[in-house]
């Protein structure tokens, strides 16, 4: 019967096709199934249990964990930081990075040199950067004071003012993510065809109704994956609170996982902390949600 | 892109492009500045050094094992950046090369793990780590980076433009699949490996919050802790310090400006196509 002899093959072949795809998959899966599937679950596992001090689960606690997270003293406040944090970083970014792509959107000599000045503090890590700064923050020898110092003004306690320190670190995070948001932008304006500014030349559009009209609505994909990927980033900042100000004056910087950090490894309130920790899963998911819904739709307008 | 014409307009737009480099580039420009000079020109608040001071390069290695450091930095990024280039590249090839039943469902699985904050899953994942007595280790530091559902999706969006008659060309002519995967799709993706490459490199450099987590003596520190390390100490001698930090961005720096455009292409297919 050659047609199931066929059968028999082709369901052989099959089977060394699903073996041989999944050989080639087994690294990948291997790595992000231990490091990011499994403390994943664990960590909601963790979140239910009363902990020892090597953070193995010890009591079950239920709900427990989640309701001192939410009546706790820091995770509020932590959570409104963050907030505050993001509305601060997240438009500035945007708008600045976007005017570094828009200015350097043109056909000129040495418009290389400028393009990799701007995309360079991409380069510069975290630590490195908040290093910078605090050294720009110094009360009495940092550049920052020493410059409204030039001009009259009096100098500003940028690290230890409550009411200054989210600032002062929102400021290093901006200029932080100048770089690679720049990049992105750019590379959003180069794909726009030049006719379509021709004919807005043609129609009498003057520069900032060209902005307006067709490289904003153009670029909106391209905007919204740098929005939503900035929230992210704002909610998982660390190494820049963690030299700068390590979440103080009082709390007035105390991110989100700076919070975690702390509970979990200072004070080893492991179960605890996994509650936090699910709950900017939670938030983390619901954002990465919204960008592929919106990419998926992706807006074209011509 | 616009051409600029007329000479005024020029002058503007250069202007501006200056001035715009200036602010960019003045925190960078400021550490450098501070690394040439003395404590004495620090304290007195001063823009550039007044008397050159190169020793504070000499003295950032002498006080502290910061050429270690840098080392142990270019080992966990060269080890992260290779197994990122396996890993990737092996599971994009099982995306569009090998057809079978479950692929789809495997893919869903690896895109979802993009919703999956890496800051969350740091309690488990050190006590993973701590458990294989891997503290203090090259394996502890880089092995949990061995792979990104970014560099599988860069990889299979580079891996799709290329013609599926190669692959039945390769396939009648008897090539086994592993052999087409070496001597045809690698060599013809070479553009994207080293967007990845470069990807890799800058991202690992500069982690902070695992390196913290996983290193509490001096063997395989990286730079980024060796910087938080040198300051605190009583009086922080900051052109010391700033000498550090331009230590630690070089390899970064040199990264970023051999392999910008090719970054650039690579993040474009992730932002449009994901």
Same mark, same amino acid.
């Given at each position: ?29 291997? /790595?992000?199934?231990?490091?990011? #599937?499994?403390? *994943? !679950?664990?960590? @909601?596992? =963790? ?126 995070? /901006?200029?932080?993510?100048?770089? #690679?948001?720049? *990049? !992105?932008?750019? @590379?959003? =304006? ?113 | ?274």
């Amino acid at each position: 019967m050659p047609t199931t002899e066929r059968g028999r093959k082709r369901r052989r072949r099959s089977w060394v096709e699903v073996a041989s795809g999944i050989g080639y998959l087994s690294p990948a899966l291997l /790595i992000l199934g231990v490091f990011l #599937f499994y403390p *994943l !679950v664990k960590t @909601g596992y =963790l979140s239910a249990f009363v902990t020892n001090v090597r953070g193995d689960a010890v009591n079950l606690a239920g709900l427990e964990n989640y309701w001192n997270v939410f009546t706790s003293s820091t995770f509020l406040p932590s959570m409104r930081v963050t907030l505050l944090f993001t509305l601060m970083t997240v438009p500035c970014t945007i708008v600045i990075a976007l005017l570094l792509a828009v200015m350097t959107n043109r056909r000129l000599r040495g418009i290389t040199v400028f393009r990799t000045t701007y995309a360079s503090t991409m380069a510069v890590s975290a630590a490195a950067a908040a290093v910078m700064f605090r050294a720009l923050f110094h009360p009495s020898s940092g550049a920052f004071n020493k410059i409204l110092d030039l001009v009259g003004l009096p100098g500003v306690g940028w690290l230890t003012d409550p009411a200054v320190a989210l600032i002062s670190v929102a400021l290093t995070t /901006i200029w932080m993510s100048l770089g #690679f948001n720049f *990049l !992105v932008l750019l @590379g959003g =304006l180069q794909s726009i065809p030049d006719e379509l500014y021709e004919s807005a030349m043609i129609d009498g559009a003057g520069s900032w109704r060209r902005l307006v009209n067709v490289t904003i609505p153009l670029l909106s994909p391209v905007l919204l994956f740098v929005g939503i990927v900035l929230v992210i980033d704002s909610f998982q900042s660390f190494g820049q609170i963690d030299i700068l100000t390590q979440g103080g004056p009082a709390g007035a910087t105390n991110l989100i996982v700076y919070e975690i950090y702390q509970n979990a490894f200072p004070r080893n309130q492991v179960g605890f902390a996994s509650a936090q920790a699910v709950v900017l899963f939670v938030i983390v998911l619901v954002l990465t949600a919204l960008q592929f819904k919106f990419s998926e739709k992706k807006v074209h307008y011509q | 892109m616009t051409p600029v014409t007329g000479r005024w307009s020029k002058v503007i737009t250069y202007t501006v492009l200056v001035a715009l480099a200036l602010m960019t580039a003045f925190p960078v420009l400021y550490a450098l500045s501070v690394s040439l000079m003395s404590q004495e020109d620090f304290n007195a608040g001063a823009f550039f050094p007044t008397e050159f001071t190169p020793e504070n390069y000499a003295r950032a290695t002498e006080s502290f094992p910061l050429l270690k450091y840098l080392l142990n930095s270019m080992v966990m990024s060269l080890l992260v950046t290779m197994a990122l280039l396996v890993t990737s590249s092996t599971a994009a090839f099982a995306f569009t090369f090998v057809k079978f039943r479950g692929r789809s469902f495997f893919f869903a699985v690896i895109i979802s793990t993009m919703m999956i904050p890496w800051e969350a899953t740091i309690i488990v994942n050190f006590q993973t780590v701590r458990d294989l007595d891997w503290l203090n280790t090259f394996a502890g530091l880089s092995v949990p980076s061995f792979a990104t559902a970014f560099g599988i999706f860069l990889l299979r969006q580079s891996f799709l433009t290329l013609p599926n008659d190669l692959y039945d060309a390769a396939r009648i002519d008897g090539c086994p699949r592993r052999r087409f995967f070496v001597t045809m799709v690698l060599p013809l993706s070479r553009p994207m490996l080293a967007t990845l490459a470069v990807y890799g490199f800058l991202t690992t450099w500069n982690k902070y919050l695992w390196p913290l987590l996983v290193t509490s003596d001096d063997s395989v520190r990286t730079v980024q802790i060796g910087l938080k390390m040198m300051q605190g100490e009583e009086m922080t001698a900051w052109p010391v310090v700033m000498a550090a930090v331009v230590m630690a961005i070089v390899p970064t720096v040199v990264v970023l400006l051999v392999g910008v455009r090719s970054l650039q292409r690579g993040l474009m297919s992730g932002a449009l196509k994901g």
